[in-house]
């Protein structure tokens, strides 16, 4: 048997814990071979490959990215993208196909699965936003890198006695900003879930200025106010999925504050300090048996599937499952961080 494997979308810490759990147990237990597919669904569409022996897959355990690289394409916006697919895996001899990647890269494989390729998924997503798995690997490296720099810039808050909004990743949910703020204890968490009031914003600010404490707000990229509706664009670029490019709500709040408080406030955008470097134990243990599980989903010929994480246990799910719609925030989660703003 030989497998193919693909890392699309986003990169994020963990990637590489998979490949080399996959390539591991399926050389090792299976006697498979393998095909690295290179930068997400490019790899097939164009043939593109790279050697994956175990070899290969020597210490990249702790390493950040991904070997294989990454692309947002999407062969399913090509009119011929498909027959190209389905015709280098014949051409390279791969039987099953297993693509890891977000809400993106796992819808395609959830359409190819349908058109008949025999694919696995392994959800992937610094953002969390996947449905079916409790945890997408990723995001436990993306929250302890947002708290930790949340903690430090407490300190050169109350130096200045400014308030600091900073913006975290998270286009559609509100996890990362969820979980860092509330870890970092934030006085505002704004997320997408939840359109703002930049009057009760101010409110909570002014609170804490009051008192003599300089306010730290974490928002989200895809956070949008109450009266606009509209997301904030720091361009007009969109991907091969038609999605925009975010950035920019954390200034816009922070020149807001300036102007109704009177006060500073600085605006600091973590961007993809989020998705670099190594993982934390919690992401190389889930990553790593993601990929055992998902190589023993080849070997059973258990296609069209995903991997998850249903409480401590890796468990099987049809892709349709993690794709089909997006895991986000509920009010009741929310409202357990509102207890502490202002
Ligand atoms: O999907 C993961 C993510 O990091 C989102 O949080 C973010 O909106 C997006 O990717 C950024 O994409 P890019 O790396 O293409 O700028």
């Not at 051409?91 to 390729?117: C, H, N, P, Q, W």
Request: glycine share 14%; charged share 25%.
């Amino acid at each position: 048997m030989r497998v193919g494997v693909l890392t699309g979308g986003g990169d994020c810490p963990g990637l590489n814990a998979v490949i080399r759990a996959v390539v591991r147990k399926g050389i090792g237990v299976h006697g498979f071979e393998f095909v690295g597919y290179r930068e997400g669904w490019r790899g097939p569409l164009e043939g593109v490959t790279t050697p994956l022996t175990i070899d290969d897959v020597r210490g990249i355990l702790p390493r950040g990215g991904t070997i294989l690289r990454s692309s947002r394409t999407n062969p399913f916006a090509l009119e011929d993208g498909v027959e190209r697919i389905k015709a280098n895996l014949a051409g390279d001899g791969v039987d099953a196909l297993i693509a890891i990647g977000g809400e993106d890269t796992l819808g395609v494989a959830t359409k190819l699965a349908d058109l008949g390729v025999n694919v696995v998924g392994v959800p992937k997503t610094i953002d969390n936003d996947l449905s079916g798995t409790d945890f997408t690997f990723g995001f436990d490296t993306a929250v302890n890198i947002a708290m930790e720099a949340i903690d430090r810039l407490h300190t050169t808050a109350e130096s200045h006695h400014r308030a600091v909004v900073v913006e975290v990743m998270g286009r559609h949910a509100g996890w990362i900003a969820l979980h860092a703020g509330m870890a970092a204890g934030a006085n505002v968490i704004l997320i997408p879930e939840q359109p703002f009031d930049i009057d009760e914003v101010v409110k909570h600010v002014q609170s804490r200025f009051e008192i003599d404490y300089s306010p730290i707000l974490v928002v989200s990229e895809g956070a949008v106010p109450r009266e606009g509706g509209e997301m904030t664009l720091q361009s007009g670029e969109r991907d091969s999925f038609g999605h925009v490019r975010l950035g920019g709500i954390g200034e816009r709040i922070a020149a807001e504050i300036e102007e109704r408080t009177g006060k500073e406030a600085r605006a600091v955008v973590l961007g993809h300090v989020q998705r670099g470097g190594t993982p934390t134990a919690r992401d190389r243990w889930m990553a790593t048996r993601f990929g055992l599980s998902a190589i023993d989903a080849v070997a059973e010929s258990d296609y069209g599937t995903m991997v998850a994480l249903r409480g401590k246990d890796i468990v099987r799910v049809p892709l349709i499952e993690g794709t089909g719609e997006l895991k986000v925030v509920s009010p009741e989660e929310y409202a357990e961080a509102e207890v502490f703003f202002g």
